[in-house]
């Protein structure tokens, strides 16, 4: 079992830059991928950024390639997401999630769908 907390949600611009945490524990954190999803109101949950459980791969949703970045510090057993030039549309609950299966990867984390979540934060972006 995982236990995840996220953390660094708020209120913010348009413009603006927020950076998501997520401590992750339970597990050999640095053996399994990670990922951020996100749902808005009204909407399904989707995928946004994966990150490798080494950290050398990297992948993001086309809607926030070139804005966001996902990374993860094994030693701390973290894992970010920097939001730079948010717009309302980012506006949503973001959730990290981790892969229920150790050293997979990015492809077959998301293709398998199976993960642990955490409680989620709230990212609101005023226009």
């Known amino acids: 079992q995982v236990q995840l907390v996220e953390s660094g949600g708020g209120l913010v611009q348009a413009g603006g830059s927020l950076r998501l945490s997520c401590a992750a524990s339970g597990r050999t954190f640095s053996r399994y991928p990670m990922g951020w999803f996100r749902q808005a109101p009204g909407k399904e949950r989707e995928f946004v950024a994966a990150?490798?459980?080494?950290?050398?791969?990297?992948y993001y949703a086309d809607s926030v390639k070139g804005r966001f970045t996902i990374s993860r510090d094994n030693a701390k057993n973290t894992v970010y997401l920097q939001m730079n030039s948010l717009k309302p549309e980012d506006t949503a609950v973001y959730y990290c999630?981790?892969?229920?299966?150790?050293?997979?990867?990015?492809?077959?984390?998301?293709?398998?769908?199976?993960?642990?979540w955490g409680q989620g934060t709230q990212v609101t972006v005023s226009s």
């Open positions: 990150v490798s459980y080494i950290g050398g791969s990297t």
């Open positions: 999630a981790a892969d229920q299966s150790l050293s997979g990867t990015i492809q077959t984390m998301l293709s398998r769908g199976s993960y642990y």
